[in-house]
């Protein structure tokens, strides 16, 4: 089975990192971006160029970029834990599972994303600080 076999339902494959900037700012707009993704690159004097300059340099924006594009602009569904595990680029998306109408984002939901992510994070700091294999929260 060839590559192209493989990884041809994948919308990111073909595509230029550009390419899928160009898109989610077409669709949603430097601001809504910056309120799903919080990456400053869509808050502080916003442009494609660098933009795309800071994503090729740093791996893990450049996956939320592009999982953002496959599961919110193309609206594929979630992939399983193994397929989630591996870069955007390189998933295997089944063939059954076709791009579908851009998901409708607003700021709301976006604050209310941004909320659970936070206790999340608090969570699990403080499951880690009273860990008592780990004395200095590290």
Partial sequence: MSNQEIYGNNPLQG??????????????????????????????NPDI?????????????????????????????KPDDVQYELPPRDRVIPSD????????????????IQAKKEAKDRARTRKQRSNPSNPWGN
């Fill in 15 to 44: 595509v230029k990192l550009e390419q899928v900037v160009e898109q989610l700012v077409e669709q949603y707009g430097w601001e809504l971006l910056y309120a799903y993704l919080q990456i400053n690159c869509f808050n502080k």
């Fill in 49 to 77: 160029k660098s933009t795309v300059k800071f994503l090729r340099k740093t791996q893990w924006a450049q996956d939320k970029v592009e999982n953002f594009y496959l599961y919110r602009l193309k609206n594929l569904p």
């Fill in 97 to 112: 599972h076709k791009p579908g109408e851009p998901c409708e984002l607003s700021f709301s939901d976006a604050k209310r």
